[in-house]
């Protein structure tokens, strides 16, 4: 009898090892799928901030009526400062940051004394955060 259990015995430490490596070998491939499944998901959120932010960005502003256009620069630098609260990429956010703090720092003179310095700013900023949202 001491041999069938010292076989049974085996044979158990056996399975269990095998039931042991592939349970190790499944949460290894679970986590896998977790993290692909994070990185989709913080993708598809940077896409979702740039578009945001790119939109935001586009504003017009109506050189016709400077006070109006100082209105709507700091408007659209408040929604992008929640933007950039939201984005996942560090590149992105410190993109729309500099670019909400231009549109939140606009003032009347910049607009009617020094509108092309302003722009050639914000045209700058606009183009640095479409690098960011594209690499």
Known sequence: MPVIRSTSARIA??????????????????????????????????????????????????????????????????????????AADTTVNQAI????ATLRDVTLDDLVVTPAVWLETKASQVAALTNACTS
């Open 97 to 100: 940051t500099a670019l909400s």
């Open 13 to 86: 430490a056996a399975v269990t090892a095998a039931v042991a490596v592939t349970a190790l070998t499944a949460c290894g491939a679970v986590q896998d799928v977790a993290n692909t499944a994070g990185a989709v998901a913080d993708t598809a959120s940077t896409v979702q901030v740039c578009a945001d932010a790119l939109t935001q960005a586009a504003v017009v502003l109506d050189p016709g009526s400077p006070e109006q256009a100082v209105d709507r620069a700091h408007d659209a630098a408040a929604s992008l400062g929640d933007l950039a609260a939201t």
